[in-house]
């Protein structure tokens, strides 16, 4: 158990590793569950027009349900270490109240190394003079020309990129990364890190808030 020198409104903030394990029966639930979809009628367009089309989902469910090898990536993922933690007990989508607490100063600053991906569709879009008033340590800040609120799913190469650019420089020696993992799976480990497959340098510690 690790405790950061730091303390919320909710007393120490504490990280705790933990596996990723999930039991089987839930597993067996999902493809069952996947494999009893009650299919609709195709859309009258061709494509991609009116939304997903029917053939492509089926497909896509049939290979979570007979194909996907969640065991597989289950192991891979437990080659990295895994933490969780509770940051002020909740998450929420009040724009307004996020808004608000850039623009307002408070006594309840983040001082950990923070690293910013602001994205053009966003909202809000914070200034850094705005963000540095809660997230005193800021030590990477970016805005890409691509993605939203959902940037994961909207810009998947781009996001991960600001992924691993931030955290680069925060693994501790010897942490296996992404790469090292799925190539010594095929006999080989390559050298590099977020450096060269991003072709830019990285300077502080960095991480996606």
Known sequence: MITPPRTGPRGPWVITPFV??????????????????????PAPAAGWAQGVPLDYLR????????????????????????????????????????????????????????????????????S??????????????NEPDRGGHFAAFEQPALFMNEVRACFHPLRAPGTPTSDTIHSASDGATRSGGAQDDLGRGTEGSRVVS
């Open 59 to 126: 497909d896509l469910c049939g290979y979570w349900a007979d194909g996907y090898d969640w065991r597989a990536t289950e192991a891979r993922l437990n080659q990295l270490p895994q933490f969780r933690t509770e940051v002020d007990g909740l998450y929420w989508e009040s724009f307004t109240e996020v808004q608000a607490r850039f623009r307002t100063g408070t006594t309840d600053t983040v001082t950990v190394p923070t690293g910013c991906s602001i994205f053009p569709k966003e909202n809000p879009r914070p």
């Open 128 to 141: 850094r003079r705005w963000a540095q008033r809660r997230f005193t340590t800021i030590h990477y800040w």
């Open 20 to 41: 990723i394990e999930a039991e089987e029966g839930v597993l067996d639930d999902l493809r069952d569950r996947l494999r009893r979809t009650r299919w609709p009628e």
